[in-house]
């Protein structure tokens, strides 16, 4: 168990974390952040693989959802055993679109919501996977569907220093946007989502390949329904844009992995960019 307090180290409580590094299957790590208990499900890959470094993913669940759903629907796991993977679990969260009187669990919208306790459980994880686990700096990447997709814009536009690429489903930048920098992202998309509109994810990747400076797109490894957009600066985009509705893509995974596979972060000199538009989109 991990307990963390803002201003204090992280300090292990259990002292068989090197038992818990030959686990097959992920476990429960706790970390306090103000005056919240906040829970993970982590994945940690096994003992003999401690002394490189690991990638490391950050998979974000719905709103309404949870980290145990979102371990058997991601199982990013088994698709990418080396890498340490977190399933973050969120709080009751008023939602833009659903549950206004914020019910169920979900993830803050914009810099500055419920205090930034997201924000700030983030940063929490991210020292104890870095400092306590070997994570790969060049190799943290950040995925996540409908709400959960929508907080992996979210830290890419205000922890995207940390992150190789991006992955969110079902998803929109919202007020955040026009604060991201170039990065690879890879987009899942229904065309006909009846919650996250497709108009609305479409004018994000729209927004997304202008600001990284993307060429045409071209057919993806051969992947139906994916689009590869080249970028002068190196930072790709992918869109893959099915047919279906709200639900996660059961291919995604797969899709996704392969695309964080392609990309290590690369400390560059500085970019001139043309910063996103601030989007009234919800």
């Known amino acids: 168990m991990l307990q963390y307090r803002k201003g204090t180290p992280v300090c292990f409580l259990l002292l068989v974390l090197t038992a818990q590094m030959t686990a097959q299957e992920p476990t429960i790590q706790t970390w306090t952040v103000g005056e919240h208990t906040r829970e993970a499900l982590v994945y940690i890959p096994p003992a003999n693989d401690a002394a490189t470094p690991r990638p490391l993913i950050f998979a974000f669940h719905g709103h309404g959802g949870g980290m145990h759903q979102a371990n058997k629907s991601f199982a990013y796991q088994?698709?990418?055993?080396?890498?340490?993977?977190?399933?973050?679990?969120?709080l009751p969260t008023p939602g833009k679109l659903t549950d206004p009187e914020g019910k169920k669990s979900g993830w803050q919208s914009d810099p500055g919501d419920q205090g930034n306790r997201?924000?700030?459980?983030?940063?929490?994880?991210?020292?104890?996977?870095?400092?306590?686990?070997?994570?790969?700096?060049?190799?943290i990447y950040s995925t996540g569907h409908s709400n959960g997709g929508g907080f992996t814009y979210l830290l890419g536009a205000t922890r995207g220093q940390h992150f190789a690429a991006l992955a969110p489903s079902a998803a929109a930048g919202s007020k955040s946007l026009h604060l991201l920098k170039p990065i690879p992202v890879f987009h899942v998309a229904g065309e006909n989502d009846p919650l996250v509109k497709f108009d609305w994810q479409q004018r994000t990747m729209t927004a997304l390949r202008t600001l990284n400076k993307c060429d045409e797109g071209i057919p993806w490894e051969n992947q139906r329904w994916c689009t590869y957009y080249a970028s002068s600066l190196g930072m790709p985009v992918v869109t893959c844009i099915h047919p279906g509705t709200h639900t996660f893509l059961k291919e995604a995974p797969e899709l996704i992995v392969r695309f964080f596979k392609a990309h290590s972060r690369v400390e560059s000199a500085a970019l001139i960019v043309t910063p996103i538009a601030p989007t009234e989109t919800p």
């Open 78 to 90: 088994q698709l990418w055993p080396e890498a340490l993977i977190i399933y973050p679990q969120g």
């Open 118 to 139: 997201d924000l700030l459980f983030f940063d929490a994880m991210l020292e104890t996977m870095m400092t306590k686990l070997n994570a790969d700096k060049t190799r």
